[in-house]
């Protein structure tokens, strides 16, 4: 049996190989982001991408599996970034704050934006889009951010009987009266100040429902 060498390149199957589809990811992103998803064609993700249409089916179904993959990756990428929390830090209101602020900047992105907009709008057509940016996205989150809770429910500093319901709440109380404005074209009437007081209710709200109620 031979051994590759030690330099050699893995061999991946086609439509494995996770540069070749980071590259394809970057370029359709670029088209979807710059026509939308409707006027948006695998030819023109193709040229952006510098690669062949033949290629771009090799990774990919059709339009509809490129962008749910789209979704999916940057949704994934955004989870893994965010949700960063340590069990061990002892100033819970502080972590939930910095949590929601790192939350709130990264749903404002106008990325981010333009990308939910284009789930909302085919989503009906293609359930698939929107099944795969709930799970990856929103659903990843919360199972994320459950685990947090979960430890400090059994550090004794949270009383939560659900912590599933918890953790989407805490995270509808953070973007409560900010996003929904912002998809539906009114950014300029949020500020700094804004997004801070949010969060902070949101904290404020969370450790009263949740708080562990200890008989000193």
Do not use: W
Request: proline share 4%; charged share 25%; net charge negative.
């Amino acid at each position: 049996m031979s051994v590759p060498a030690a330099n050699e390149a893995p061999a991946f199957g086609a439509g494995q190989a996770p540069e070749k589809r980071r590259q394809i990811l970057s370029g359709a992103r670029e088209v979807f982001l710059e026509r939308g998803f409707d006027a948006a064609s695998m030819g023109d993700i193709a040229r952006a991408a510098g690669v062949s249409k033949g290629t771009l089916y090799v990774y990919f179904e059709d339009k509809v599996d490129l962008f749910a993959a789209l979704v999916t990756t940057e949704c994934e990428e955004t989870a893994e970034r965010l949700f960063v929390l340590d069990a061990k830090e002892p100033d819970l209101a502080a972590a939930l704050k910095k949590l929601g602020m790192s939350f709130l900047e990264a749903m404002l992105r106008p990325e981010h934006v333009a990308t939910v907009r284009m789930v909302i709008a085919t989503a009906e057509k293609f359930p698939e889009i929107g099944r795969r940016f709930l799970d990856a996205g929103p659903n990843s989150g919360v199972r994320r951010l459950s685990t947090f809770l979960s430890a400090k429910v059994a550090q004794g500093e949270l009383d939560i009987d659900d912590v599933d319901s918890a953790a989407s709440q805490f995270l509808s109380l953070s973007k409560d009266t900010i996003l929904a404005p912002v998809l539906f074209g009114s950014a300029a009437t949020i500020s700094r100040d804004h997004m801070e007081k949010t969060v902070e209710r949101a904290v404020n709200l969370f450790l009263r429902v949740y708080g562990a109620r200890r008989n000193d």
